[in-house]
């Protein structure tokens, strides 16, 4: 029994292990970092850097990948022909649009060591632009890696309950324009505006102003003699944060006044007389 033991344990370590990532909405730096552990054997206690002892591992969903920022348009890959005049480059996405695996094998690529079993490793990775597999891949795997990251769920998709329990970082006035002009809180506008100036905002936005204002005239001093360029564009700053600040009051001011006239509410009673 214990030399069955031992050949199930032999077995099981030297065999080749089939692992299944799924690169849906993953960065493909992750993705290829994974990878390279299993097709080097790293994760195997026989590893050695001059044995190939790694194992197979499939990649699904490499169409749908996820960088980072505006890597799409910023990283860049290069590439030469080896004639003159060969030397190409290409953003992501150009790569990508004309090669949904190819962001991927590039990146495991680079991830290896640079030796003679690199090519034999790359040939133990299996890329597949979608989710079908051949009938043999799927029938050899043993094991799906858990994603590198966390997928974002959809707004649809959380529930109600989860939505109500979503803490609120703000929850708009419905009586702020006119609460702080001193007005009836009867009109139409205290709805449509108390959406756009909540009462604890305002302060906070000409607090923001005045000293942004005063950090620029602080500035526009320390430069001293050197800001003849700078002068001009920090006075229009300042005009245009006043002239911002009053049409935004003015706003205010005129929506809750004009365009939303003060609607009464008044009931009247009428008492009948029994007796005619």
């Known amino acids: 029994m214990s030399s069955f033991s031992r050949s199930a344990q032999q077995w099981a370590t030297f065999a080749r292990s089939w692992f299944l990532i799924d690169a849906r909405m993953q960065p493909p730096g992750k993705i290829a970092s994974m990878c390279s552990v299993r097709l080097q ?19 699904i969903n490499s169409r749908h990948i996820a960088f980072s920022g505006n890597k799409w348009e910023q990283k860049v890959y290069s590439s030469h022909t080896g ?3 060969g030397f190409k480059q290409v953003t992501a996405a150009q790569l990508h649009h004309k090669d949904p695996k190819a962001i991927v094998k590039l990146a495991v690529y680079g991830m290896l060591p640079r030796n003679l079993h690199r090519r034999t490793m790359m040939q133990r990775l ?3 632009s979608d989710d079908a597999l051949p009938d043999d891949i799927r029938a050899n795997l043993t094991e799906e890696l858990q994603q590198p990251r966390a997928i974002p769920r959809k707004l649809s998709e959380y529930t109600p309950e989860e939505v109500e329990a979503f803490p609120r970082l703000w929850t708009p006035y419905v009586n702020a324009p006119r609460h702080i002009l001193g007005l009836p809180q009867t009109s139409a506008s205290c709805r449509l505006l108390g959406a756009f100036l909540p009462p604890a905002n305002i302060c906070n936005w000409l607090r923001l102003v005045l000293m942004t204002m005063s950090q620029k005239r602080e500035m526009l001093r320390r430069l001293g003699s050197h800001s003849w360029c700078a002068a001009p564009k920090l006075l229009c700053d300042q005009l245009l944060g006043i002239v911002w600040v009053t049409a935004a009051l003015s706003y205010t001011l005129v929506s809750g006044l004009v365009f939303f006239p003060e609607q009464q509410t008044t009931e009247s009673i009428s008492i009948k007389n029994p007796s005619g």
């Not at 790293?42 to 790694?54: M, N, Q, T």
């Open 41 to 59: 054997g790293k994760h195997k206690p026989i590893y050695h850097a001059l044995s190939d002892c790694g194992d197979h591992v499939v990649v």
């Open 83 to 85: 004639y003159p005049g």
């Open 126 to 128: 299996h890329i597949f």
